[in-house]
């Protein structure tokens, strides 16, 4: 069976650290792209981090970048987002979603591109409060 189930998520003070878990099955790194999204309340889901090609492509939105890390454990077929100095702005339900992805090079377009992705999982809620 194709899942993907997220963990980590929790309340954290703005400033601090959080890192989410995208657990795979039925999938593998070297075929299919993962993409991290989030929804906060009363706004649509966005693109936040993707990652395809055994980590040879990865990309983030603009304002992630320099504090989100997203990677890759082969081992545990899992996929991590690292996220430092929250802010309450980053307050969301993150989402895991993966793709087929047979090409190199992958866009952020494509990887913010919603109907891409064939697997979502569950969401878990991350708060940040101020």
């Known amino acids: 069976e194709v899942q993907l189930v997220e963990s980590g998520g929790g309340l954290a003070q703005a400033g601090e650290s959080m890192t989410l878990s995208c657990a795979a099955s039925?999938?593998?790194?070297?075929?299919?792209?993962i993409g991290w999204f989030r929804q906060a309340p009363g706004k649509e889901r966005e693109g936040v981090a993707g990652?395809?090609?055994?980590?040879?492509?990865?990309r983030y939105m603009d304002s992630v970048k320099g504090r989100f890390t997203i990677s890759t454990d082969s081992a545990k077929n899992t996929v991590y987002l690292q996220m430092r100095s929250l802010n309450p702005e980053d307050t969301a339900v993150y989402y895991c979603?993966?793709?087929?992805?047979?090409?190199?090079?992958?866009?952020?377009?494509?990887?913010?591109?919603?109907?891409?992705?064939?697997?979502w999982g569950q969401g878990t809620q991350v708060t940040v409060s101020s």
């Open positions: 990652i395809s090609n055994r980590e040879s492509n990865i």
């Open positions: 039925g999938i593998n790194f070297d075929t299919y792209a």
């Open positions: 979603a993966s793709f087929l992805d047979l090409w190199y090079g992958t866009s952020w377009t494509r990887f913010t591109s919603e109907s891409e992705y064939e697997i």
